[in-house]
T-cell receptor
Framework: NAGVTQTPKFQVLKTGQSMTLQCAQD?????MYWYRQDPGMGLRLIYY???????DKGEVPNGYNVSRLNKREFSLRLESAAPSQTSVYFC??????????????FGSGTRLTVV | TQLLEQSPQFLSIQEGENLTVYCNSSSVFSSLQWYRQEPGEGPVLLVTVVTGGEVKKLKRLTFQFGDARKDSSLHITAAQPGDTGLYLCAGGAYGQNFVFGPGTRLSVLP
């Protein structure tokens, strides 16, 4: 089973460049999320989509945009990359039928370096 | 904003030893989850606890949710090198997204 698939796995950008991180899930989950993980800071929520057609800001949304393309796909876009956006990015999905009952399934991450 | 703290931040032990890691908050959660993350991979869900005082066992791992639903612990018996990884706790409250702690990085030496 594929679960959550993220592309690319690695990326180096120059300051000011743009890019889109792709995420797809095949588990028929309603909700999808984008997190960034930095040393000592845990996972911080950037944006989420509780259901197809909706998106909302998380804890650290500045400098990012998202698109919920359909139920399976949720992309994250950096319009003008900055060195502070160097991080590991994870996409996750779950079903929010009952908050607190269902765990997240994570992708394997995208390691982004902005120079 | 709900915050989760985890302790210790780092732990290095010998194979066969027992250990306990902790997850604490000043907030009440409706449920709490534990994940393990290996290098280069995303976190993988180990367990969800939803009832205050609940204890769940997964082979050599024992998870406990505090009576007040503000804290949790993970106990590993006879640790093995395969237990090495970053252990993350995540707390969820009704109507809100889960909040993740910074993690405990465990190294089990053969």
């Amino acid at each position: 089973n594929a679960g959550v698939t993220q592309t690319p796995k690695f990326q180096v950008l120059k300051t000011g460049q743009s890019m889109t991180l792709q995420c797809a899930q095949d588990m028929n989950h309603n909700s999808m999320y984008w997190y960034r993980q930095d040393p000592g800071m845990g996972l911080r929520l950037i944006y989420y989509s509780a259901s197809e057609g909706t998106t909302d800001k998380g804890e650290v949304p500045n400098g990012y945009n998202v698109s919920r393309l359909n139920k399976r796909e949720f992309s994250l876009r950096l319009e003008s990359a900055a060195p502070s956006q160097t991080s590991v990015y994870f996409c996750a999905s779950n079903t929010r039928a009952r908050v607190g009952s269902y765990g997240y399934t994570f992708g394997s991450g995208t390691r982004l370096t902005v120079v | 904003t709900q915050l989760l703290e985890q302790s210790p931040q780092f732990l290095s032990i010998q194979e066969g030893e027992n250990l306990t890691v902790y997850c604490n908050s000043s907030s009440v959660f409706s449920s709490l989850q534990w994940y393990r993350q290996e290098p280069g991979e995303g976190p993988v869900l180990l367990v969800t606890v939803v009832t205050g005082g609940e204890v769940k066992k997964l082979k050599r791992l024992t998870f406990q949710f505090g009576d007040a639903r503000k804290d949790s612990s993970l106990h590993i018996t006879a640790a093995q090198p395969g237990d090495t990884g970053l252990y993350l706790c995540a707390g969820g409250a009704y109507g809100q997204n889960f909040v993740f702690g910074p993690g405990t990085r465990l190294s089990v030496l053969p």
